[in-house]
């Protein structure tokens, strides 16, 4: 089953937020969701509750997200 993650409602886990905070203190959450949005899908979860990778190249170097799909919204749960 595939899913549109750039259509669904994300959010951030706990440990999301934590390491965007620490990481890259002085960007925006709309920032973030644009990048997350934008970025390439380097690994597409099969089904809800597998982890999927998105990678984003910025002017600061790359950014990589790791998410999961459960119950129709994304949830962003590691930031790198």
């Known amino acids: 089953m595939r899913h549109d993650i750039h259509k669904m409602k994300i959010n951030l886990k706990g440990?999301?937020?934590n390491r965007f905070d620490e990481r890259y203190p002085k960007m925006s959450y709309e920032?973030?969701?644009?990048?997350f949005r934008t970025g390439k899908i380097v690994k597409r979860p099969e089904k809800e509750g597998?982890?999927?990778?998105?990678?984003?190249?910025?002017?600061?170097g790359k950014i990589l997200?790791?998410?999961i799909i459960?119950?129709?919204?994304v949830w962003i749960i590691t930031i790198e």
């Open 15 to 17: 440990h999301a937020k």
């Open 31 to 35: 920032i973030l969701l644009h990048h």
């Open 50 to 60: 597998i982890v999927g990778k998105i990678i984003k190249k910025t002017k600061q």
């Open 65 to 67: 997200f790791k998410y």
């Open 70 to 73: 459960r119950n129709g919204e």
